[in-house]
């Protein structure tokens, strides 16, 4: 069970707040009552004068004792912890039904175990890449003491960055043309088109890619609202194994010091599909197997076989 998240607000302060809101709004109310009445109902002019400065010092004082006491309170019920850029979805707090839809709290609870993810791979990452193939313990232990303090890397990147990334790779591949759109602010999405084979969307979050939809070369790509939809799968049985093989290919391609050489190497295994419907399975020889070409791709040597 998830543990409560904690807020950073004194819950009792914040009631007593509430109700001093409430006393202010009172007090306040009786000083327009009281203009309002003026001086009726007086005997004399100057009593009716005296009896109104009387009343309306009283009120005064009342609200500036309720100001005062709001002042205090404001001050104990504290300030929410939790700052994390959850854009629209801040909105969620407001349900009144939070009791029976904790979605906001649920939210917040994964944004912080995904910065934690984050943050201990790309550590495991730095510390694996350092290791030397020698496994004595003393040249070990020398160099545990060189090794200057490892920093977490970062999944920000400037968008600049980014696109003189994309725009590098596509110089790469004259048959391969790549469209760069950004839905959603600074996250990109690429719309790749390999010669007149395919069509693959390529969802990114940074320089960072998070998935992958391989569709043919004359299937629709975008939705009925004109947006690139990155959801529908392929009709076509051939593209659906592709685009499993794009997944794959994902988590092959990781190297979270050096995000370009990923999004490279991801863009060059991509690009070795150009002859999808030409090359033969170099294992059997033989162009279809069970209706289907060679759809799977070797990582290092980018040979084609047939996924079976």
């Known amino acids: 069970m998830a543990e409560p998240i904690s807020v950073g607000v004194n819950l009792d ?17 009786r000083v327009f009552e009281s203009l309002k009445d003026g001086m009726k109902n007086r005997e004399t002019l100057e ?4 009896q109104f ?6 009120t005064l004082q009342a609200v500036n004792r309720d100001l005062n006491e709001l002042e205090r309170l404001s001050g104990l019920v504290g300030r929410p912890s939790e700052s994390h850029p959850l854009h629209n979805s801040g909105l969620l707090s407001l349900d009144p039904v939070q009791d029976k839809t904790p979605l906001y709290s649920q939210l917040l609870q994964a944004y912080k175990w995904s910065n934690k ?20 313990a003393n040249q070990m232990g020398a160099s545990a003491k060189r090794r200057p303090k490892v920093q977490p890397s970062t999944l920000v990147l400037p968008p600049q960055y980014v696109d003189d990334v994309i725009s590098r790779v596509g110089r790469m591949f ?14 990109a999405v690429l719309l790749v088109t390999l010669g007149k084979v395919l069509k693959a969307i390529v969802v990114m979050r940074s320089l960072f890619i998070d998935r992958t939809v391989v569709r043919g070369f004359n299937e629709n ?27 794959t290919a994902l988590l092959h391609y990781q190297l979270p010091q050096m995000p370009d050489v990923v999004v490279r190497s991801f863009m060059t295994w991509l690009r070795s599909y150009i002859k999808l419907f030409q090359s033969s399975c170099q294992r059997c020889g033989r162009f279809l197997q069970e209706g289907l070409p060679p759809t799977w791709r070797d990582f290092r040597t980018l040979e084609a076989f047939h996924d079976t």
Do not use: C
Not at 47 to 50: A, D, S, W
Not at 53 to 58: G, P, V
């Open 174 to 187: 004259p048959d391969m043309t790549i469209e760069l759109f950004r839905p959603n602010g600074t996250s």
């Open 117 to 136: 993810l984050q943050y201990h791979a790309g550590l495991a990452s730095s510390l694996l890449n350092q290791q030397s193939l020698k496994r004595s």
């Open 13 to 29: 302060a914040f009631s007593h707040a509430i109700s001093g809101i409430q006393a202010l709004r009172s007090s306040v109310s």
């Open 221 to 247: 790509v975008y939705s009925e609202d004109g947006k690139l939809d990155i959801w529908t799968k392929s009709q076509y049985l051939v593209f659906q194994k592709v685009t499993d093989h794009a997944t």
């Open 53 to 58: 400065i009387s009343e309306f010092q009283d």
């Open 47 to 50: 009593g009716r004068e005296k």
